[in-house]
């Protein structure tokens, strides 16, 4: 970051008295072509191979307006590599983030599930690991759900999150966000404004981030020498078991095992002390990491588990390539199927993934019109690529459906218990591997 970029920060305490958005720099047109990436994310070593190549694919966020429909959107290749040094699963490209996170249609308080769930994560390791006066960081703090869940008022609060359009809506809701990317120079300059942190959070986050050695240098300075740095990231066994391909995305660069996670903390002096696992997000890994450079003997326990598994495997990757390539055949079929049957299927679900599958599939508004989506500010607007237009969730009822194709997966038990009543006047819930829901 440049001294002129680091000016404003002279103003941080003030403001994150005041929870106001604090903006570091002005935002530079994203240059729109992305590069290749050829040493690892984890270990920096050249032994990347590709296990599965879904082509090139349009940013899975970036809905379209309905003006804007016959311009031509941007494609950026979209292919895994394997690192088999240390097991690291990552892409091969790299998006700029500018281009991705500047603007953000994905809202953390979209689910109340989620909602709870990141809500209990602060709550708890507030309460394990803050004293009185201490600070929380929140890296990725998106609109300040988890943040606010935080109801102790002896202790001070900061988000950091790029997306200009959402940090404003977490500084509404009384929580000052610093609205850039995490760094290791901003992480200096808030150890220097407002002391280190006891508690650094990093949910859903990790993976988008390409220089992990940079983040990883920015928590070794801001975090305070008894304090935890929490990481949430999915987690890689159940992303390969479940063939969870549509969650590769661009804006998902890594795809973390506790192995190669533990060996990047050990390179910057830090460890990991406890993993827990959540079914969240198709199985996620909550890793609590701390200053110091051994194995404790949890992590070891995971790494062991891992290598059972044969995550570090290429052939393991194999078999995933051919799950996805069969569904790029089976999802379309079942739609056609149903199509001829004059039977009437909605998309349930805007989400990332839900682009990547359709996107792949090459599922256009002839097998599928509409989805619905429950966050507004993706209303209205259209699959990039595949252009279903995306509504509001009345439209289950205006629409009355047959059939339910479930792209939002992850959040199955909190949307069938929303949509009893679809499902007790005979609608069916249909999962993107062609499960039926009850
Ligand atoms: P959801 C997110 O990916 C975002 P996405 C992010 N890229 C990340 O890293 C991963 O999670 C892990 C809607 N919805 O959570 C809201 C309903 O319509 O699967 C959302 O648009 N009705 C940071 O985008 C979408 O579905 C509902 O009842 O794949 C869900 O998106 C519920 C619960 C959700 O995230």
Known sequence: MSTEQAQPQRA?????????????????????????????????????VEVLNLGEQPPSNAFVATEDLGKQESRFPLSLRLCE????????????????????LFFTSSSKWMADHFGKLMTENAAEFVPPGGLIVEIGSNDGT???????????????????????????????????????????????????????????????????DDVCEGVRKLLHPQGAFVIEVPYLAPFVER??????????????????????????????????????????????????VWRSDDAQAWLKREEAAGLSKQSTY??????????????PTKLAELKRAGKKVLGYGAPAKGT??????????????????????????????????????SALNDINPDYVLLLAWN???????????????????????LEELK
Request: aromatic content about 6%; some cysteine.
């Open 356 to 393: 990547v599958r359709l996107n792949y599939c090459g599922i256009g508004t002839d097998l599928l019109a509409e989805v619905t989506d429950s966050t507004p500010a993706k209303q209205g607007l259209h699959i990039p690529g595949t252009h279903q237009h995306i509504r509001a969730p």
């Open 146 to 212: 988890a943040l606010s869940a935080i109801q102790r008022s002896d202790v001070r609060l900061l988000g950091i999150d790029p997306a200009r359009n959402i940090s404003v809506m977490a500084a509404s809701r009384g929580i000052p966000t610093i609205a850039e990317f995490f760094s290791e120079p901003i992480a200096a300059e808030v150890a220097k404004v407002a002391g280190q942190a006891h508690l650094i959070v990093a949910c859903n986050v990790l993976g988008h981030i390409n220089n992990l």
């Open 85 to 104: 040094s240390c097991g690291m699963v990552q892409l091969g490209h790299v998006v700029p983030p500018e281009l991705l996170f500047r603007s953000y």
């Open 12 to 48: 941080l305490a003030e403001r994150m008295e005041r929870s106001q958005v604090i903006t570091l720099s002005e935002f530079q047109p994203a240059d729109p072509s992305s590069w290749e990436r050829t040493s690892c994310r984890a270990c920096l070593k050249t032994d990347l």
């Open 318 to 331: 194999a078999r995933m390539a051919e799950l996805t390539i069969r569904n790029k055949t089976e999802l």
């Open 243 to 292: 063939n969870e391909y549509d969650t590769i995305y661009h804006e998902h660069l890594s795809y973390f095992a506790v192995r190669p996670l533990a060996a990047l903390m050990n390179r910057h002096g830090l460890h990991v002390e406890r993993v827990q696992l959540f079914p969240v997000h198709g199985g996620t890994i909550r890793v609590t990491v701390k200053h110091g």
């Open 411 to 433: 959040h199955a038990p909190e949307i069938l218990a929303r949509e009893s009543a679809f499902i007790a006047r005979g609608g069916k819930f249909l999962t993107p591997w």
